[in-house]
């Protein structure tokens, strides 16, 4: 993804009211160098994002975006977010997208290591091209993510339910998957059941019925699965969270990737073994979240 412009923010306190956090924000090079040494989003990964959709220059789903962030910081024991400074913040980058799709991400960190201050800063690029993502599939590979599904409640200082910027593990599962000839991964537990994909969630189809795996097993609710939910839910298809086997991802009609950026990729196979395509379905999926969304 190409650069487009980056944005940092004096962080303000989560109870300040003000007209406007103008002065709080100051455009920099996105290609400068603009983070201390000491920052511990560099050093540890000390730190939660988001990444938005923007299209046309329409930020996608603010409001679930800035509650995950929120949340996300809760877990870590980060300073809570002030949602109206960061609001104004990404109304102010989004001016800089044009036409077609863009990347926005919202960092927030730590920050220098013993200032007691945090870090924070938006950037904005080009979208990626996933067209190919999105009507011809993607292959996924399933990866034993090391702990069973009651986990997450029994060891919550394992942060399984906050987006921290600590993706190693994350883009290491991806280069696997590619090393078993697929293109991208997904996690399961290991007692079996699914849990998300590094970088997306998991939704399938059975029937008239759309099911994912439910965000209480320590994994991110996704927006865009959240968005997606409720237009199938209007357009008269069931939803539900639950638990999801294996070898009912392996069996499902049809299943999707969910992100912000690639939206729904339909998963073309799992562990080599072929799944059905509907294209036309996925191309209507596809149209929704490419349309405005609030």
């Given at each position: 993804?190409?650069?487009?412009?980056?944005?940092?923010?004096?962080?303000?306190?989560?109870?300040?009211?003000?007209?406007?956090?103008?002065?709080?924000?100051?455009?920099?090079?996105?290609?400068?160098?603009?983070?201390?040494?000491?920052?511990?989003?560099?050093?540890?990964?000390?730190?939660?994002?988001?990444?938005?959709?923007?299209?046309?220059?329409?930020?996608?789903?603010?409001?679930?975006?800035?509650?995950?962030?929120?949340?996300?910081?809760?877990?870590?024991?980060?300073?809570?977010?002030?949602?109206?400074?960061?609001?104004?913040?990404?109304?102010?980058?989004?001016?800089?997208?044009?036409?077609?799709?863009?990347?926005m991400k919202l960092l927030l960190s730590r920050g220098v290591e013993g200032a007691d201050a945090p870090t924070a800063w938006i950037t904005l690029a080009d979208?990626?091209?996933?067209?190919?993502?999105?009507?011809?599939?993607?292959?996924?590979?399933?990866?034993?993510?090391?702990?069973?599904?009651?986990?997450?409640?029994?060891?919550?200082?394992?942060?399984?339910?906050?987006?921290?910027?600590?993706?190693?593990?994350?883009?290491?599962?991806?280069?696997?998957?590619?090393?078993?000839?697929?293109?991208?991964?997904?996690?399961?537990?290991?007692?079996?059941?699914?849990?998300?994909?590094?970088?997306?969630?998991?939704?399938?189809?059975?029937?008239?019925?759309?099911?994912?795996?439910?965000?209480?097993?320590?994994?991110?609710?996704?927006?865009?699965?959240?968005?997606?939910?409720?237009?199938?839910?209007?357009?008269?298809?069931?939803?539900?969270?639950?638990?999801?086997?294996?070898?009912?991802?392996?069996?499902?009609?049809?299943?999707?990737?969910?992100?912000?950026?690639?939206?729904?990729?339909?998963?073309?196979?799992?562990?080599?073994?072929?799944?059905?395509?509907?294209?036309?379905?996925?191309?209507?999926?596809?149209?929704?979240?490419?349309?405005?969304?609030d």
């Amino acid at each position: 993804m190409a650069l487009r412009s980056a944005l940092r923010i004096d962080p303000a306190a989560s109870v300040e009211r003000r007209e406007s956090f103008a002065d709080t924000f100051r455009a920099i090079d996105p290609f400068a160098p603009a983070l201390p040494v000491g920052e511990l989003s560099a050093q540890r990964g000390d730190g939660v994002f988001e990444s938005l959709g923007v299209v046309d220059a329409h930020p996608q789903e603010v409001e679930p975006h800035l509650e995950r962030l929120a949340h996300s910081a809760q877990l870590c024991d980060l300073p809570v977010p002030n949602l109206a400074q960061w609001r104004e913040a990404i109304v102010t980058v989004a001016r800089e997208a044009g036409r077609g799709e863009n990347v926005m991400k919202l960092l927030l960190s730590r920050g220098v290591e013993g200032a007691d201050a945090p870090t924070a800063w938006i950037t904005l690029a080009d979208a990626p091209d996933n067209t190919a993502a999105r009507t011809d599939g993607v292959r996924v590979a399933t990866l034993d993510r090391g702990y069973a599904l009651d986990v997450p409640a029994r060891a919550p200082w394992l942060l399984l339910g906050a987006k921290t910027l600590s993706y190693a593990t994350n883009m290491a599962a991806i280069r696997e998957a590619k090393r078993r000839g697929a293109d991208d991964a997904v996690f399961v537990s290991s007692d079996g059941f699914v849990l998300e994909a590094p970088t997306a969630s998991v939704v399938l189809r059975v029937g008239q019925r759309f099911v994912t795996p439910a965000p209480s097993v320590g994994i991110l609710h996704g927006t865009t699965q959240v968005s997606l939910f409720a237009h199938l839910e209007r357009r008269g298809f069931a939803t539900d969270y639950a638990t999801v086997s294996v070898a009912e991802l392996a069996d499902a009609e049809a299943a999707w990737l969910l992100s912000s950026v690639r939206l729904a990729a339909p998963v073309s196979a799992v562990d080599g073994r072929a799944l059905p395509i509907d294209r036309a379905f996925s191309d209507e999926l596809n149209a929704y979240l490419l349309s405005p969304r609030d």
